[in-house]
């Protein structure tokens, strides 16, 4: 956990809490580094730190969402939600696991139990999770191509979309 975070005593100082556990993660591949094969990495946290979090890879369809949902959850227009493979994930903070919502029977969102704020979403079924793009510590890339319901999104609200690099390229002469 950052230091600059903490609000209270670290977790090996506090008996309530159970003391952190470290990922273990295997070695990579001799020479997946150099030869680029080495995952990219990335971290993110809750407002407190308690609950804290390393994704692999690359971010996948970052998006904005509108739903009814999620302006009652954040209290704002939209939530910014940047996809990564669920087997990718570690929970890295002393809070281990959030504590779960389901939304609907299929969808359940993660949430820490101490600042309430929300850093993940995973479907049923889905090799994806979505974690809320202000979570990550390193937001570079991470601008949104999507917005859905749009058409639920604040009338005042204006969103100019980055362009989807999935998206076919017109052909160059």
Not at 104 to 120: D, E, Q, W
Request: with cysteine.
């Amino acid at each position: 956990m950052n230091p600059s975070l903490r609000t209270t005593t670290p977790a090996s100082d506090d008996p309530a809490l159970p003391p952190a556990a470290l990922p273990v993660r295997p070695a990579p591949a001799p020479g997946a580094a150099a030869a680029g094969l080495e995952p990219e990495h990335r971290t993110g946290h809750c407002q407190c730190g308690h609950i804290a979090y390393e994704v692999l890879g690359t971010p996948d369809d970052p998006h904005l969402c509108s739903c009814e949902h999620e302006t009652r959850i954040s209290g704002g227009p939209a939530v910014l939600w940047v996809g990564f493979r669920k087997d990718g994930l570690t929970w890295t903070g002393p809070g281990r696991e959030p504590t779960w919502f389901a939304t609907y029977t299929t969808l359940k969102r993660g949430f820490c139990p101490r600042c309430g704020t929300h850093v993940i979403s995973v479907a049923a079924g889905s090799d994806m999770i979505m974690v809320t793009g202000f979570s990550l510590t390193d937001q570079t890339g991470i601008e949104p191509v999507g917005h859905s319901y749009r058409e639920s999104a604040a009338p005042w609200m204006t969103i100019t979309l980055a362009p989807d690099p999935r998206a076919p390229q017109p052909a160059t002469s």
